[in-house]
């Protein structure tokens, strides 16, 4: 049976599902087991600060460039194709290095490649699914539940086979990614680019205080979730939490992120996508206060389940948000430029984070909290500067849910 006969069969949000799967797959074994991995080579709280930082800054460097690539390219496919093989191979120099400094260095050309591609899938796989009329939360779902399985395998057997593990897991999962970026669809096969050019057709058009401070808040509450990913598996450990729990842990709070992208459709929330955000970054404020208290393993599992609010809700809200305001010509710059501001929110967190876990421990998270609080006040700023319209977002639709006046 020829390739042309069974190609039909396979859908391209099949493809892009399929794709998704492994995108966050090396994330989730470094969200189970870098922090720990990086203490036993004898790297400092400070140094851990700094090597999960490093690639944010570097993204600052690239991400907009990358965007303005792709967006320019006949298709985002390619680009998602060279940067993928480029974080799959380039992890590999971790088992030719020790010490802060060789770490440091291969780890920023594993992760930045890594990072840079995620807007670039998100936005194509959002205009592709637009054109189509299918769900784009069903789709990137996937992503999230590969991120579960990631740290539901890689917990138990880092554990199991020891510290050394973790180099060979974490490779193998990027480089999984590389391989089945081969077959994503076209995502721009076959549309009319005139439909899709509804909204700001160049960046400079939609950068206005209100929409930036909408991003930036989107941005703050994003980045609250970089502390959890870099430092919740060793405060975890100094609390007495068994490290064959962690895995569990985080794939709790991813369970509850992909339930919700996979139910968003049937939500109809008749609310604006700032309007969501804000809900997000509350409940943020509460879980990492939560978490400052040291709580006992049950209320931990308790407070994985509101990532469901905290990053899903919050990410689905942004991606709508700007999707709303741009067209198809800048799709992936725009969203490039709020990963932009996800990096540089993050990397102030991580690297005050760096400082508070060694100072204060665990109340460390109520820094993190406050920090969720200041992202809601830059969203309430930005309704106040433009308010909502009258035809606010449907969850399972792409609408300007704010129309520009």
């Not at 990410?315 to 540089?344: C, K, M, R």
Request: glycine share 8%.
């Amino acid at each position: 049976m020829s390739s042309t006969t069974i190609a039909p069969r396979i859908s391209p949000e099949l493809r892009a599902a399929i794709y998704h799967f492994t995108v966050f797959g090396s994330t989730g074994v470094a969200s189970v087991y870098l922090g720990i991995w990086l203490i036993n080579h004898g790297i400092s709280a400070e140094e851990i600060g700094i090597i999960n930082a490093a690639p944010l800054v570097a993204m600052l460097l690239v991400n907009q460039l990358v965007g303005r690539i792709a967006d320019r390219m006949p298709d985002w496919r390619g680009v998602i194709i060279v940067l993928s093989l480029i974080a799959g191979l380039v992890p590999i120099g971790l088992f030719f290095v020790s010490g802060f400094w060789g770490i440091l260095g291969i780890w920023i050309f594993s992760v930045m490649p890594a990072f840079a591609l995620v807007p670039v899938v998100d936005a194509a796989t959002l205009r592709m699914t637009q054109r189509r009329g299918t769900d784009f939360s069903a789709v990137r779902a996937w992503g999230t539940v590969g991120f579960m399985v990631a740290t539901l395998v890689s917990g138990p057997l880092i554990a199991w086979l020891g510290d050394g593990a973790f180099v060979p897991v974490f490779v193998a999962f990027a480089l999984l990614r590389a391989v089945l970026a081969f077959q994503l669809p076209q995502f721009r096969s076959g549309e009319d680019r005139a439909a899709l050019r509804k909204g700001a057709r160049h960046l400079r058009e939609v950068l206005k205080p209100w929409f930036v401070m909408g991003l930036l808040g989107l941005s703050i509450l994003y980045s609250t979730h970089s502390a959890m990913t870099a430092f919740a598996a060793i405060l975890w450990t100094e609390q007495g939490i068994s490290p064959g729990l962690i895995g569990p842990l985080t794939a709790t709070m991813a369970a509850a992120e992909a339930v919700m992208m996979f139910v968003w459709s049937r939500l109809k929330l008749k609310v604006s996508a700032r309007h969501i955000i804000i809900f997000a970054c509350l409940v943020a404020a509460l879980r990492w206060t939560a978490m400052a208290f040291s709580p006992p393993v049950w209320v931990l599992f308790g407070l994985q389940l509101l990532h469901s609010i905290t990053f899903a809700m919050g990410y689905l809200g942004g991606i709508y948000f700007i999707a709303n305001w741009t067209s198809d010509d800048i799709a992936a710059e725009a969203q490039g430029f709020s990963y932009v501001l996800q990096q540089a929110m993050s990397v102030v967190i991580i690297l005050a984070m760096g400082w508070f876990v060694a100072a204060f421990g665990p109340m460390a998270w109520l820094f993190v909290a406050a920090y969720a609080v200041l992202g809601a006040l830059c969203v309430v700023l930005s309704l106040k500067l433009q308010p909502p319209s009258a035809h606010p977002i449907t969850s399972d639709q792409l609408t300007v849910a704010d129309p520009a006046p």
